[in-house]
């Protein structure tokens, strides 16, 4: 089989003349040299290659499974810029990666899928808010830190408790944490954002079925098969 260099492929394409433009542009921002014939290349320069092909075109659907994979920060945010380029455009892509980070940056929706089913589709932030939501305080110099009351602040758990601080995650309404806090010295509080991956796996957690359903359910499928 005879490997063909990557600007040689041009004269397939219909339209060559602004595809081989394109093909230019793309080379040059994903820093691939398009004089190397494919074998010849590295995992992530044939990486580049394929995403090469991808935007070529600038088609109007895109769907790209981890396109960042094997390659170096600086290409894989060209590669997230392109994403964002193409969706501001008018293309609609679907973007399937482990990096729920990169997720986050360039989509405005995700889909959560589990056992090949879709459980969840909505914008990102509608997600992460659905998790708990973080806060920290740090209270007054020489002020000793209060003990979280977990029996009276429903749905608040304790991440770290440090010299001056609490660091806190909660569910539902802030009210009560604030009215807590209220008959103490407090310093400042701030409110760490939750990343989609943090709120990915508490839904995960979740939505597991814990042991006993699981036990029922076996229970049952014996049953059935008596």
Same mark, same amino acid.
């Given at each position: 089989m005879i490997w063909p260099k990557l600007n040689e492929i041009t004269s397939f394409i219909p339209n060559g003349k602004?595809?081989?433009?394109?093909q230019e542009e793309l080379a040059e921002r994903l820093d691939l040299n398009l004089d190397r014939r494919v074998r010849?290349?590295?995992?992530?320069n044939r990486q580049k290659v394929g995403i090469l092909y991808a935007f &070529?075109?600038?088609p109007d659907v895109m769907i790209l499974d981890e396109p960042?994979?094997?390659?170096?920060?600086?290409?894989?945010?060209v590669v997230m810029d392109l994403i964002r380029e193409a969706a501001q455009a008018g293309a609609t892509v679907l973007l399937s990666s482990h990096d729920l980070s990169e997720v986050a940056a360039v989509c405005g929706r995700a889909a959560i899928l589990r056992e090949g089913h879709l459980n969840e589709l909505a914008p990102i932030s509608r997600i992460v808010q659905q998790g708990r939501r973080q806060l920290k305080v740090w209270f007054t110099?020489?002020? &000793?830190?209060?003990s979280l009351p977990v029996d009276k602040l429903p749905g608040v758990h304790?991440?770290?408790?440090?010299?001056e601080s609490l660091h806190i995650t909660y569910h539902g309404s802030i009210d009560p944490v604030l009215k807590w806090l209220s008959y103490y010295p407090v310093d400042r509080i701030s409110t760490p954002q939750t990343s989609l991956e943090e709120a990915f796996i508490q839904y995960y957690n979740k939505n597991r079925p814990s042991e006993s359903s699981t036990h029922q359910v076996a229970e049952s499928k014996e049953a059935a098969n008596e």
């Open positions: 602004n595809i081989s433009e394109r010849t290349l590295s995992k992530g &070529q075109h600038q960042t994979i094997g390659l170096d920060p600086l290409i894989r945010q110099e020489g002020t &000793q830190i209060p304790l991440i770290q408790q440090e010299k």
